[in-house]
DNA sequence: TGCGATTTGTCCGTATGTATT
DNA sequence: TAATACATACGGACAAATCGC
C-alpha cells in the first residue's frame, strides 16, 4: 500500500520521474533509509530500473521539498534530524495549523465534521494493528483536514511541505516506543475541540497538542538514533 | 555557515543547474516573461546555450517552488496570476511575518536595529531611481530582516518559498503604477514600530501593511494584464 | 603529498509518448 | 486520419570534483 498516497495530492503519476519521486519518497518515510544515509544515485538507477536522467529530476524535486540535502559533487542524503529541526518543524506546525483552523472556523458543514470523523475512526482503528505506516498515513490524513476545509491552496501545499519531514519524525518515534496509543485522548480531545464551538479553546489546544508531541519526539531522540 | 548569508549573498552558483535555476528566476521576476507564458526546453536550452540535462533540473526546481506550473506533456508556464492567489499570499505572508515578529522581537539588539535602518536607508535610496529589480529587491530584504532575526531556519525557508511570487506581482504592481512611493509611509511606521516596544501595535500593523499591499495589486490587476 | 577510483555533473544522439493541427 | 512539434526517457560518453589509499 502507498503510505504517501493519502497524505499527498492525488496527482497521476503519468511520468517516470513522478513515479520515482513517489519510491524514494515512500522509501525514506517508511524507513527503509535512516537519516543521513547516503544515496548514490547509481546504486537507485540499478535498483529502481531507471535511467539517471529522470532520477536526476526526481532527486532534485526531493531536495527541493526538504527530504534530501544536496551537496555539489559530494552526493545526496536523507535529511538529518536534530533536535533544534524538530523544534522548528512542531512550532511552524502549530502557526500554521492554528491559522487554518481561523480559516476554517465557519466552513465547518455537517460533512465536512463527519468527514473529520471518519478520519478520527481509521486512525483509531489503524493504531492497535501496529502498522506503522498506515498509522502515520491515517495521523496525517486526520490533521490535514483543516488545511483542505481551510480552502487555502497556499496554505494546503506549505502543509503539505512539511508532512514528509513530519513523517520521518513519526518514524524514528515509533521506532523507539513501538506505539503511540498513549495519545489517544489528545486525538480524541482535538476532534471534540474541533467539532464545538470554541475556537480559542482549540487553537490553545493545539498549541499544547503539538508540544506533547514535540516532547515525545526529543526523547525518541534522545534515547535511540 | 550562515543561513541567511547564502540568502543575500548566494555563494557562487558551483553547477551550471543552480546558475540556470538563477537565469531563469531572475528573467521571471525582473518582467522579461509574463505570467502565463509558455516556455520551451529547446529555446531556452539555445538561448542560454546549455543542454537539456541540467536546464530540465532546473525547471523542475522551478516548478517545486511555484514559480513555473508544469502540466505533464504539455509544458511549463510561467505561474499566472490570479486574485485569489495574490489574496492567498498576502494572507499567508501575514501569518508568518507576525510568527517571525513574535520569535524575533526578544532578539533585537542595537546591531540587529542598526541592519534594519540600514536596509530601510537603501530601500528609499533605491525608489527614486526608477530601478524597478533594485527596488523591489531592497524592499524584499526589508522584509527579510524579521526571518532571519527570528532565527527559525525552517520559516526563513518557507519564507524565501514565497519571495519569488512576491516579486512578481510586485511587477506587475510597478507596470501600473510606475512607483510604489506611495507606500512609503507605511514602511516608515513600519520600521518605527519595528524599534519600538509594542509587540501588539506592531503585528497589526503587519496586518494592515498587507492588507494595503494587497489591495494595491490588485488594483493594477483589474486594470492591466 | 600524489594518484587512482568513485561519484557527481554535463552533453549528445536517439527513440518514444503525447498533444495539437 | 495523418503529420508535426514537443515533452519525456534512455544510454553512452566525457569532464569535474571528491574521496581513499
Redesign the interface.
Known sequence: MDVAENILKPVED??L??QITRQILDMVTSGNYFPGEKLTENALAEQLQVSR?PL??AL??LV???VLVSQ??KGLRVRPVSGT?LK??Y??RT??EQ?AFRLAWNKRSEDAVADLESRYDRLIAAQPTGDQARTISKELSFHSWVYELSG????L??WH?LTPLVQIYMVLHFRAHGSHGQFRHMTTEYLQLAKGEDLDLMLSHIAEHMQQGLLAVLKSLDRGD
Do not use: I, M, W
Open positions: 503519468r511520468t520521474r513522478a536522467a536526476r529530476e532534485r524535486e527541493d521539498r526538504g555539489p559533487y529541526d522548528e518543524l512550532s511552524l502557526e500554521l491559522f487555502h491552496s497556499l496554505l501545499s506549505h511541505r
